[in-house]
Nanobody, 119 residues
Framework: QVHLVESGGGLVQAGGSLRLSCAASGTIFSINDMGWYRQAPGKQRELVAVFTGGGSTNYADSVKGRFTISRDNGKNTVDLQMNSLKPEDTAVYYC?????????????WGQGTQVTVSS
């Protein structure tokens, strides 16, 4: 079994910072892309940032310059440093990864962590 476990969400005032962490565990042969998505109430889930297996990063336009994604391949972790937070960043944030395990390559999701930014 493969699991993604997130931590680090919470309540912060506008302009503040939070750091989200995600760790993949289980029988893992390799991980391709790892990233973060978010879903605000009444909205579709959207990509926030991704760290590809090839080592590149991509960000949603709305977070460029404020969020930074990092990855530790040795620990199978991906973090999201969020600075200059805005109320519109309020959402449930989900970790996502494409993982090769015993049953081939599958997409996995974490359980989600709430981020609330007050104005």
């Amino acid at each position: 079994q493969v699991h993604l476990v997130e931590s680090g969400g919470g309540l912060v005032q506008a302009g503040g910072s939070l750091r989200l962490s995600c760790a993949a565990s289980g029988t893992i042969f390799s991980i391709n892309d790892m990233g973060w998505y978010r879903q605000a109430p009444g909205k579709q889930r959207e990509l926030v940032a991704v760290f590809t297996g090839g080592g590149s990063t991509n960000y949603a336009d709305s977070v460029k310059g404020r969020f930074t994604i990092s990855r530790d391949n040795g620990k199978n972790t991906v973090d999201l440093q969020m600075n200059s937070l805005k109320p519109e960043d309020t959402a449930v944030y989900y970790c996502n990864a494409d993982i090769r395990s015993w049953n081939g390559v599958k997409e996995y999701w974490g359980q989600g962590t709430q981020v609330t930014v007050s104005s």
